[in-house]
């Protein structure tokens, strides 16, 4: 028979889409009052998988990944979410047109998850119009994908950053364990 428990803590990250540096400076500034410090920000890369943001944020767009020091538990996703939203709207063009693009996400030892406001076919409703995406699965040191993962996350372009984003959350879990024992 199982019991009810309380989830490990896992590691949260953002995966930003920006095409305006002033907005995208903005945003972590926002994101650190909000979520607190930085322990990881990967270097910048091109996005240049799709065409799905030409119309709302312009030709240049870059794909950076970003996580926070402090763990929490995974239900943080939901606030995380609506407030990544605030931060987009408040950042954007007018109101209407987004200059930085925030996905909020977590990993734990074994999966990556992102979160979305779209609840479609593999996602699972969380809370607030809030639904969990799980995108890729870690196994035998690396992550695999799944036919819904976004096609820049299944390419494996991310693997690397995101692999040094477990790394960290190892790390944090092996110093919470020898201080719980």
């Known amino acids: 028979m199982s019991y009810p428990k309380e989830p490990d803590p896992v590691k949260f990250f ?38 799905y943001y030409k119309d709302e944020m312009g030709e240049n767009i870059f794909r950076t990944f970003i996580s926070f020091e402090t763990l929490r538990t995974p239900d943080f996703l939901v606030e995380m979410k609506l407030k990544s939203a605030e931060i987009e ?25 992102l979160a ?9 409703y969380l809370a607030k119009g809030v639904w969990a995406d799980f995108i890729l699965r870690y196994e035998k040191g690396t992550f695999h994908s799944f036919p819904w993962t976004f096609p820049d996350f299944r390419d494996g372009r991310y693997n690397e950053i995101l692999i040094s984003i477990r790394d960290l959350y190892k790390e944090q879990m092996k110093e919470l364990k020898k201080a719980h024992f």
């Open 116 to 124: 979305t406001f779209k609840g479609a076919g593999s996602k699972i």
């Open 89 to 113: 709207i408040k950042l954007a063009y007018e109101g209407k047109k987004r200059r930085v693009n925030i996905d909020p996400g977590y990993i734990d030892f074994s999966k990556v998850i």
């Open 14 to 51: 953002v995966a930003i889409l920006f095409s305006d540096e002033e907005s995208f400076i903005k945003a972590k500034y926002m994101m650190t009052e909000y979520f607190g410090r930085f322990d990881f920000e990967s270097e910048v890369k091109k996005f240049d998988v799709s065409n």
